[in-house]
């Protein structure tokens, strides 16, 4: 069993920047693949970044291709999602889940095993 719990959401204007922390506990989180989803109001949960175990591979939803990043730091315990230059449009709840066993990521929620509850990110035009 892994607990996720995500911080560092807010309410930021168009262009700025916040960081999101996804701390994890429980089993041993090197072994895990980390994606990021998000969620805007009547809308599904969409994928929006995602990270192998070691952290080498990543992979991104187009949109968010150039400005941001995600990262793992398994001494930490914790996955990151750098996001830059913040569009109205990236405004949702973002939650972090962890996906156990061999495959580099998934692109869809129902690939992921553990979830976090989700951290408001609010972009202002």
């Known amino acids: 069993q892994v607990q996720l719990v995500e911080s560092g959401g807010g309410l930021v204007q168009a262009g700025g920047s916040l960081r999101l922390s996804c701390a994890a506990s429980g089993r041993t989180f090197s072994s895990y693949a980390m994606g990021w989803f998000r969620q805007a109001p009547g809308k599904e949960r969409e994928f929006v970044a995602a990270?192998?175990?070691?952290?080498?591979?990543?992979y991104y939803k187009d949109s968010t291709k150039g400005r941001f990043t995600i990262s793992k730091d398994n001494a930490k315990n914790t996955a990151y999602l750098q996001m830059d230059s913040l569009l109205p449009e990236d405004t949702a709840v973002y939650y972090c889940a962890a996906l156990e066993g061999d495959t580099n990521w998934g692109l869809f929620p129902i690939d992921y095993d553990y979830w976090g509850q989700g951290t408001q990110v609010t972009v202002s035009s």
């Open positions: 990270i192998n175990w070691s952290g080498g591979i990543t």
